[in-house]
């Protein structure tokens, strides 16, 4: 049963436009949202996080929308660099799950941004 | 500041032999958990350890055993290897009640 679903497995987008990373879950009880970025042969990079009581949260370039009436979120990348260019994880927390920071991730999803 | 760093990076193990794997939390975090990555999924949750003791387990059987130790540094323990546990092992650690991991860059196992 995937709880969080990044339908997407690829995304390839020019230099300098907008990079949309879409995130489904299925989980009410989710209420913290993250996003991680990683490279081959590191470990994930927390990028942006949303808490459920938010429907925007920025971060310079990076900005992630939350509709909890859809059980979506999405990231948002603008202007893509070519720096950017990694495996793009979705990942939620729900409180009383057990355990604080029992994160949930979606499969993944690869941005390629072009020159 | 140090991050979390991982040992070893890679490891090769035959099936039905014992492993462990080291983690070394992040300055001033007090908690870490455990994810096994198998090729083209997301992480999966292990556990957690918090202040030495297992905080939440994931959907993992209990050959999968770990240890925190007083400075919040962290073992990761799984016997009887199988070929399935063949995976990127990642740690990640946390300060309690802040939910952003910052994860290592992770044990690559190959179980043959």
């Known amino acids: 049963d995937q709880q969080v679903k990044q339908n997407s497995p690829s995304l390839s987008v020019q230099e300098g436009r907008i990079s949309i990373l879409n995130c489904d879950y299925t989980?009410?009880?989710?209420?913290?949202f993250l996003w991680y970025k990683k490279y081959p042969a590191e470990g994930p990079t927390f990028l942006i996080s949303?808490?459920?009581?938010?429907d925007k949260n920025e971060d310079g370039r990076f900005t992630v929308f939350l509709n909890k009436s859809a059980k979506h979120l999405s990231l948002h990348i603008v202007p893509s660099q070519p720096g950017d260019s990694a495996v793009y994880f979705c990942?939620?927390?729900?409180?009383?799950?057990?355990?604080?920071?029992?994160?949930?991730f979606g499969t993944g999803t690869l941005l390629a941004v072009q020159p | 500041e140090t991050g979390v760093t991982q040992s070893p990076t890679h490891l090769i193990k035959t099936r039905g032999q014992q492993v462990t794997l080291r983690c070394s939390s992040q300055?001033?975090?007090?908690?870490v958990s455990w994810y096994q990555q198998a090729l083209g999924q997301g992480p999966q949750f292990i556990f957690q350890?918090?202040?030495?003791?297992?905080?939440g387990r994931g959907n993992f059987p209990p050959r999968f055993s770990g240890l925190q130790f007083p400075n919040y540094s962290s073992e990761l323990n799984v016997n009887a290897l199988e070929l399935d546990d063949s995976a990127l092992y990642l740690c990640?650690?946390?300060?309690?009640?802040?939910?952003?991991?910052?994860f290592g860059q992770g044990t690559r196992l190959t179980v043959v």
């Open positions: 990640a650690s946390s300060l309690e009640e802040n939910t952003e991991a910052f």
């Open positions: 989980n009410s009880m989710f209420d913290y």
């Open positions: 949303i808490s459920s009581i938010k």
């Open positions: 990942a939620a927390s729900a409180v009383g799950s057990g355990a604080t920071n029992k994160l949930i």
């Open positions: 300055s001033g975090h007090n908690t």
């Open positions: 350890y918090y202040r030495e003791e297992e905080n």
